[in-house]
C-alpha cells in the first residue's frame, strides 16, 4: 500500500469543532481532546469548506483549484497557506511532526506516578474536606434512597458535571455505599468521547483524586490487553489524560469509601459507532467477544462493582438539533424509558437494538458502557434509582438526559 506523504495530502486529526463568535464574527473552534498543544485554533467560518479537504487523500497544491471548481467556493492561496500553517503549528494535522510530540506526552504519562485528577479545582474542589462537604450535601438534598443490600453488582452513574447531575449522582452512589466499601475490585467502564469508535482502551496507570490514588491492577490490565490484543488496548492511551467519564466517577467511589483505597481497572470504551449503524454486526466481533469473556472472568474471582460511567441523550442546538419544546422533552422521556426498561430486563440485545432502529438520534452518549455492564454482568435485573433532564444551554432548548440505575 502506498504511504501518504501527510506534508503533501495533509490530514486533519480528530478534533472537536465548535461553532463562536469572537469580535463578532463567526469562527470554528478546533479543540485537541489529546492536548498536544496548549493552543485552541479558531478557523474563520468562510474557511470551513477548506478543512473539510484536509481528510488526507486531496493535494494541498489543488485544494484552491477545487473549492472553486467543485464549490463554487474562492479562497486565496495565501489563506490556505495560513490555515495550513496554523493547523500544523497546533500539531493538529496527522504527521510526522505531531506524532513526535504524541509519543513525548505519552512517555510523561507514563512517567508519572498516577494520572492526574484533572478536573480538580475547576469541576469540583481540590481539598479534600471541601470535596467531601461538597459531596455530603448533595446526598443530604437528594434524600436517602430505600436500603440496597450489599450485594449489588453493578451501577449505571452520570459522567456530566456534579453541578447539573449532582441529584442522580447522589442517589445512585448512596444506593451503592455498601457494595462499593466491601468491594474487592471496582471496574469502571468509562464513555471514550474521542477514541477509537469501537475499542477498549486500556491504561496501566493509577488514578488519583483529592482523597489519594487508587490502583490499577496491572496484572489484569495484561490479561485483557494479552485477550484482545496490546496494540490494540493501548493505541488511544493518551485518551485516559483528559478524559473526564472515568474521573468524575472515581471520585464518587472515593469519597463513598471514606477515602480507603481500592482497586480499580480503568476501561474507555468507544462509541460503537460501527455496530449500531449497521457496518458490522457485532454478534461477528470475536475482538469484542474475548474482552467480554475476559472480564466476565476477572468480576467473578473477586468481589467485583462493576461501573457505567454512562449519560443518555444530548439533544437540542447544543448538539447540532432544533430547538426542544415541551412536547419533546415528554417523548424524549419516553424514548429513554424504552433504554431504561431494556437495562431493567437484563437485555443487552434489545438496548443495542432500539439504538440501531433510531440511529441514535438522541446521540446516547453511553451506549458502549451500558452495554458492555450489561453483557459482563448478565444475567442481570436493574432498577431505576433517579432519571433527570439537565439543561445544555443558557436558553433551555438543549438537554441532556441522565439516570443512576442499579444492576443486581
Given amino acids: 500500500m502506498v504511504q501518504i506523504d501527510r506534508t503533501t495530502f495533509p490530514r486533519l486529526r480528530y478534533v472537536e469543532t465548535l461553532p463562536v463568535v469572537h469580535h463578532d464574527q463567526p469562527f470554528l473552534m478546533l479543540r485537541d481532546p489529546l492536548q498536544l498543544s496548549d493552543r485552541v485554533v479558531l478557523v474563520p467560518a468562510d474557511l470551513a469548506p477548506a478543512l ?11 485544494m484552491q483549484e477545487i473549492l472553486s ?45 498516577y494520572r492526574m485528577a484533572n478536573l480538580a479545582g475547576n469541576s469540583y474542589p481540590r481539598q479534600p474536606d471541601e470535596l467531601s462537604q461538597l459531596l455530603d450535601g448533595f446526598i443530604a438534598r437528594a434524600g436517602k434512597p430505600d436500603p440496597v443490600d450489599a450485594n449489588v453488582r453493578g451501577l449505571i452513574s452520570p459522567h456530566i458535571d456534579y453541578q447539573r447531575g449532582w441529584r442522580v449522582y447522589a442517589q445512585g452512589w448512596e444506593s451503592v455505599r455498601e457494595a462499593a466499601r466491601s468491594a474487592e475490585l471496582v471496574v ?13 482502551t486500556l491504561t496501566r496507570q493509577h488514578y488519583a483524586t483529592p482523597f489519594g490514588v487508587l490502583k490499577t491492577p496491572r496484572e ?23 478524559e473526564h467519564s472515568i474521573e468524575l466517577a472515581a471520585v464518587w467511589l472515593h469519597h463513598i469509601r471514606r477515602g480507603e483505597s481500592c482497586e480499580m481497572l480503568p476501561i474507555l470504551c468507544g462509541s460503537f459507532l460501527p455496530y449500531w449503524n449497521g457496518t458490522e454486526n457485532i454478534e ?8 467480554i469473556e ?11 462493582l462493576v461501573i457505567a460511567a454512562a449519560d443518555l441523550a444530548h439533544v437540542g442546538p447544543a448538539f447540532g438539533g432544533k430547538a426542544l419544546e415541551l412536547q419533546d422533552h415528554a417523548r424524549l422521556k419516553h424514548e429513554d424509558e424504552q ?23 438522541n446521540n446516547v452518549c453511553g451506549v458502549a458502557p451500558i452495554f458492555l455492564a450489561m453483557k459482563i454482568l448478565a444475567p442481570l435485573q436493574g432498577s431505576l434509582l433517579a432519571y433527570e433532564h439537565c439543561p445544555a444551554d443558557d436558553e433551555h432548548h438543549s438537554t441532556v438526559s441522565v439516570c443512576s440505575l442499579l444492576l443486581r
Fill in 69 to 113: 471548481g467543485e464549490y463554487d467556493y474562492h479562497v486565496t492561496q495565501p489563506d490556505l497557506d495560513e490555515l495550513m500553517n496554523t493547523l500544523n503549528g497546533a500539531y493538529l494535522l496527522e504527521n510526522d511532526r505531531s506524532n513526535a510530540v504524541m509519543t513525548e506526552k505519552l512517555e510523561d504519562f507514563h512517567r508519572a506516578p
Fill in 52 to 62: 473539510g479537504l484536509f481528510d488526507g487523500t486531496t493535494e494541498f497544491k489543488d
Fill in 220 to 242: 489484569l490490565v495484561d490479561s485483557l490487553a494479552d485477550a484482545i490484543g496490546p496494540s490494540v488496548a493501548f493505541a488511544g492511551e493518551l485518551y485516559h489524560r483528559g
Fill in 339 to 361: 433504554l431504561i426498561e431494556s437495562i431493567c430486563s437484563g437485555d443487552a440485545e434489545t438496548f443495542l437494538d432500539i439504538i440501531m432502529r433510531s440511529n441514535d438520534h
Fill in 188 to 200: 469502571i467502564l468509562g464513555t471514550d468521547h474521542y477514541g477509537p469508535d469501537r475499542y477498549l
Fill in 294 to 304: 475476559i472480564l466476565r472472568e476477572i468480576v467473578i474471582q473477586r468481589k467485583t
Fill in 284 to 291: 461477528d466481533d470475536e475482538y469484542l467477544a474475548d474482552a
